[in-house]
């Protein structure tokens, strides 16, 4: 992927509040991770669902798949690796995470913000994209980049997409 787009309103808003929806309520499935990267040497851990993986051998897939079709149909991808929800609990101070590559391998990234909030991702080149409520960012994850946490919501919550 050659450069950065980030897309506002990115689905319809029926589309958006059930995806959101399913994934905020309180019967979700939600799996504790103790570190945020290989880098990562602070004490801050953060909450995952792998909707889909495939390590080359063996698929994993969520019984919430189904709910990332409004968002495949744009994004198109020719193949998945991975989609992983990550939510990062709130802070007193915004913590930012050491800068991570999701693949060592040539790929594509899209990040996928659920809700709004004083998160934000920081790219190899320093810039800073905002958690904006239904944002898409489309970028190439196999170049550094760094997640935060937020100070002013009960999290910071975003599905993120590798893929070919």
Not at 18 to 34: A, G, L, Q, R, V
Not at 68 to 91: E, G, H, M, S
Not at 129 to 144: A, G, H, W
């Amino acid at each position: 992927m050659n450069k950065l787009k980030i897309i506002d309103d990115f689905l319809p808003r029926d589309d958006f509040l059930k995806i959101k929806n399913t994934i905020m309520s309180d019967e979700f499935i939600w799996n504790y991770t103790s570190t945020i990267n290989d880098f990562h040497v602070d004490q801050t851990s953060y909450f995952t669902h792998m909707l889909y993986y495939f390590n080359g051998v063996k698929h994993t897939l969520s019984p919430y798949f189904s709910i990332l079709d409004p968002i495949l149909l744009r994004i198109q991808p020719k193949a998945l690796i991975r989609v992983k929800i990550n939510l990062y609990q709130k802070t007193d101070t915004i913590q930012l995470h050491e800068p991570h590559k999701d693949f060592l391998y040539p790929h594509k990234g899209a990040l996928f913000s659920l809700n709004t909030c004083d998160g934000y991702t920081v790219l190899e080149d320093d810039s800073k994209i905002e958690s904006k409520e239904n944002r898409m960012m489309l970028f190439d994850s196999s170049t550094p980049h760094s997640s935060t946490s937020t100070t002013n919501a009960k999290s910071r919550i975003n599905l993120n997409f590798n893929y070919f």
